[in-house]
């Protein structure tokens, strides 16, 4: 049992929480990943690691409540247990060797880009940072990233805070007027990622997307979050989840994010209801 340890609301729907887990805190580098389940019948779900504090034992996910676990888990409050939190999990980030690079973030993607954009700072590189979001409301981490970066930049879609636009408005522009990047590393919704790496490939900036696949058990065995890069299949697991995005087949990862929308969509109606209703006694 893992124990959650601290609970804080970032917006209405996204929720951060530190978890006691001293053998993937000691372990647990950027871009790397979790496993939860809340209860022995909970499905099982990758977070990507948002933080962790080595001395504490403690390790950071930051969630958007919109599926039956999601929301379940943000029923839980300090003091609670989460019956399995497996990890870490994939390939951290890799920071060395680079001199200036830019971390792109999306909406709540931004908590998986923060970890990141620390390893690259303190791997000794300038960092840029490009965060967005749809409105001001549902900005997150804003402090966290200025603390880590040298130059930041927050887009809102409707302009209601920062410079309006999305993300890839604001890295044309730095692109165009001469920046050097060695690295672009997006992280956020698919088709985000997608329109990053074509702004990016014709200047020639090698650019990193961190994928999301369906996944199940996270150890390359089930197959299920296999992704098509570079014409050959790779398993964002344990190949990734990051994965050069120029060679990435948006189509065929976007097609199969899509397959059970339905089924997600009537299991959260179904549910959501006793979620609200009986709260902890749900998932005991």
């Known amino acids: 049992m893992f124990k959650i340890v601290r609970k804080k609301e970032l917006n209405p729907s996204v929720t951060l929480m530190d978890i006691e887990a001293p053998f993937i805190a ?12 809340i209860d022995e019948k909970g499905e099982r779900v990758p977070l990507t690691i948002a933080g962790y504090d080595r001395e504490a034992g403690t390790v950071t996910i930051i969630f958007q409540k919109v599926g039956f676990a999601t929301k379940a888990l943000g029923q839980l409050n300090e003091g609670d247990y989460i019956r399995d939190f497996v990890g870490p999990l994939g390939k951290p980030t890799p920071v060395e060797g680079k001199k200036k690079v830019c971390v792109v973030g999306g909406g709540v993607g931004c908590a998986i880009a923060l970890p990141s954009a620390k390893a690259f700072k303190e791997a000794g590189a300038e960092v840029t940072v490009i965060v967005g979001f749809r409105s001001k409301d549902i900005v997150i981490l804003e402090d966290e990233f200025k603390a880590c970066a040298d130059h930041m930049y927050l887009m809102t879609d409707d302009g209601s805070y920062g410079e309006q636009g999305f993300v890839t408005v604001k890295l044309q522009q730095l692109l ?25 490939e014709p200047f020639g900036v090698h650019t990193s997307v961190s994928l999301n696949p369906i996944m199940v058990d996270g150890t390359g065995m089930c197959g299920g979050c296999r992704v098509t890069v570079g014409g050959e299949t790779k398993f964002a697991c344990v190949d990734g989840p990051e994965f050069d995005g120029h060679k990435v087949d948006f189509a065929e990862l976007m097609s199969r994010n899509s397959l059970y929308r339905g089924r997600e969509a009537e299991v959260t109606e179904k549910h959501a209801c006793r979620i609200e209703k009986m709260g902890k006694d749900l998932i005991k």
């Open 26 to 37: 000691k372990k647990a580098k950027a871009g790397q990943f979790i496993i939860f389940r």
């Open 176 to 200: 165009e007027a001469g920046e050097a990047f060695d690295e672009v590393l997006a992280i956020g919704p698919v088709p985000m990622m997608k329109f990053v790496c074509k702004t990016t």
